[in-house]
């Protein structure tokens, strides 16, 4: 409490300075004050249609007036209203109109009380009308507060209203509204329903999201809070704190600090403001604006008024969006207000005037004169800095009312006329009562070029234009009309700003930021947390796969399969198709080792060939070693089947080439093993073992072990083939196409009797090792299972650790690897001895061996 009165003592200090260089002009100036602040701040005027001519320079009076500077722009947008339709020769002929305040001054009810003389004593006088020699008052213009509006349209009786046009030139209330308790009131300001809309939508354009709210803590106020809460909940848009200032002033000052430590610990730059600028709330928007909280302030027309009165530093905010009723100007109003004479009636209202507005120095011995003023420099410039009335929404209704009130006595003169064949109107013929159906009825369209419909006028909702206002030191003012809303649009093109004349004047497109929590950018999501507004929360980064290209989702959105999101995931981009290729450097390394295996297997095969009557190859059953030799040449050209683009045909392909030719391969090593363990373990052959020898009974092991894998794979092909397999999960943007096994079963089945072939070949060739042989080749089968069994063991984990087309490298890396060993191990030796050691390669040598 104690700095809310410093505060306040701080903030009187200039008038405290003026009382003292001034105290006659001042204590006149605060005198008048005290007297009627109490009063409405309303004004009253009275219209009369007279049959005699009305010059402008009979409204000159109205400048000799104790008007407040705020309200001076009322009678001068009547006089402007009431000169041009006097001038216009179609409306109300050889008649004119004129209005009358009271001792020249805005009406308090008091006065009013007095000068209608409604009292016991003159139950009979009509003070719109009076049936005498002068014509009567029959139009009330009343506003611009809805209080002043409310109390006279109680005041009269119904029979007497029934009589009277009262009009409103103030904003739009819902009070007035009531038609049983208002029946003959007509408001000429349309509703502002669609002004939270407005706002909104405003706010949203911004990527605003954190508001304040200070409003008059009444009817009005708490309306238009209802359906601004309801706008914003619409569109995720939240409260940073809400003042409801009360009206009360005793109220309101006990509760001052509360309001100001609200805004001043909010991190809302935006505010909006809604109330009368007559209330406390304008307290304490002033206050907040001395005291240096500089916000970006939403609110209607009227506060251009109350802003344009205080100093602010140049760059210290963004200033006042307003929100004025979409009209055009008042053609001719500003030189018409220039033209009056304000020199003529220089009083201490224009001396207060001067003193206020311009700095001017006031006599202290006669307050009626002014000094170092320019001779027209008082009223334009209020009139061109601090009353922009050509635009101003009361001035604009002032002027409809008074065209509606005229078109409307114009009509019903028209229809006395077509009654009456000869004679003159009196104007005390008229039906009074019958006014109100044909203002009802009236429509017609303005000087400035749009259409007043009063059958519609109570359904009508405003549109808008934005002004950005702007309030530099010693009172200088900018105001830029940065664009409008009108509800009549499209949904969704309701609003529309000029982006250029924003960006000329604040230099950016965009204006300052208001949000509760910075927003969460692409590749991030909105993290709510419970009993927190719904604009406050945390930003976590998107899933492994999922994306958000927006700012503030509440969700990531899951790539396609075929996509897969970016380092920043805020894209997805199409997945890569990989699979071993014969371009790729390993495919390419795994085909050539694959070609050039095969080509050494030929050889080695036509070394056989060719060498085919030497001993050592009759000694190795050269038809085994030939069908050895012509599998591991398929062998190695097996893996040419494992590159390249999978098909389902290669697939299966894949899968049974590799099953019946290492199946061969493996037999015929078992074939030749047996071939040696019959030929030498057995000393004294029998019949039988004979039999076996000479029939060649071993080779037909190939055919019967060849026979039982054709038959796994057969089933295989049967239960579940192999096919096609996308991998799209294994590799990160990748999208790996390999041949999946189909039954898992089989494939094992195929691999394990392909073992155990090897572990039975490796048992024979063990027990026939130590044979006395010059060219057994016993250890050199031993060794050569030995490598296989070793290489296929080893396959199992590394295959089942690996994905994708490393799997199919793992493969064909045990195919090529236990295909040379047997290559190498059984035929290498004998190629070097057929090739570099002929000696060796004869039957001396052989039997040499054997007799040892």
Sequence with gaps: ?????????????????????????????????????????????????????VEKDDFNYILNTQTSTKNIQFPLALTFSVDEVNRNPDLLPNMSLAFQLLDGRCMNFPKLFSYMHLDEENQDYYPNYECKKEPGCIVVLTGPDYETSAIFGTFLDPGLSQQILQLTYGPFHTILSDHEKFPYLYQMAPKDTALPLAMVSLILHFNWNWIGVAISDNDEGTQFLSHLRTEMQKNTVCFSFICLIPTQFLTYISRAEVYYNQIITSSANVVIIYGDIDSTLAVSFQMWESLGIHRIFLTTSQWDVTTSKRDSTIGSSHGILAFTHHHSEIFGLKSFVQTLNPLKYTDEYLARLGWMNFNCE????????????????????????????????????????????????HEINIYMFSDIK????????????????????????????????????????????????????????????????????????????????????TGSRQMPPSVCS??????????????????????????????????????????????????????????????????????????????????????????????????????????????????????????????????????????????????????????????????????????????????RAPNYIIAICTLIQIIVCAIWLLVSSPSIDIDAHSEYGQIIIVCKKGSVTAFYCVLGYHGFLAFTSFIVAFLARNLPDKFNEAKLLTFSMLLFCSVWITFLPVYHSTKGKVMVVVEIFSILSSSAGLLGCIFIPKCYIILFRPDRNSLQKLREKTSS
């Design 518 to 695: 910075a927003y969460c950018g692409p590749g991030f999501r909105k993290f709510m947390q419970k009993g927190i507004s719904a604009c406050c929360f945390d930003c976590i980064p998107c899933p492994e796969n999922e994306v958000s290209n927006e700012t503030n989702v509440e969700k990531c959105v899951r790539c396609p399969e075929d996509q897969y999101g970016n380092r920043e995931q805020n894209q997805c981009l199409p997945k890569s198709v990989v699979f071993l290729t014969y371009e790729d450097p390993l495919g390419m390394a795994l085909a050539s080792i694959s070609l050039c295996f095969s080509a050494f297997t030929v050889l080695v095969l036509a070394v056989f060939v060719k060498h085919h009557d030497t001993p050592l190859v009759k000694a190795n059953n050269q038809n085994l070693s030939y069908i050895l030799l012509i599998s591991l040449m398929f062998c190695f050209l097996c893996p040419l089947l494992f590159i390249g683009h999978p098909s389902s045909a290669t697939c299966i392909l894949q899968q049974i080439t590799f099953g019946v030719v290492f199946t061969v391969a493996i037999s015929t090593v078992l074939a030749k093993t047996v071939t040696v363990l019959l030929a030498f373990i057995v000393i004294t052959p029998g019949r039988r073992i004979r039999f076996f020898m000479i029939s």
């Design 422 to 505: 000869k004679g003159h109107i009196h104007y005390r013929m008229l039906p009074l009562f019958q006014l109100h159906s044909f203002l009802r009825k009236t429509h017609f369209t303005n000087p400035v070029g749009e259409k007043v419909n009063m059958i519609q006028r109570e359904n009508l909702q405003a549109e808008y234009d934005i002004f950005q206002i702007w309030n530099f030191p010693n009172g200088f003012e900018v105001k830029v009309k940065i664009g409008e809303y009108s509800p009549y649009f499209p949904h969704g093109q309701e609003l529309h700003l000029y982006e250029d004349v924003i960006e000329w004047a």
């Design 362 to 409: 006031v006599s202290a011995s006669k307050c009626k004169t002014l000094k170092d003023c320019s001779s027209n420099a008082s009223l334009q410039f209020l009139m061109g800095q601090t009353i922009d009335m050509s635009f101003s929404d009361d001035s604009y209704d002032m002027y409809n009312a008074v065209y509606t009130a005229v078109h409307a006595i």
């Design 1 to 53: 409490m104690f700095t809310l009165i410093f505060l306040f003592f701080l903030l009187n200090i200039p008038l405290l300075v003026a009382s003292f260089i001034h105290p006659r002009c001042f204590w006149r100036m605060k005198q008048n004050k005290d007297k009627d602040e109490d009063l409405l701040d309303g004004c009253i005027f009275f219209l009369r249609v007279l049959t005699e001519n």
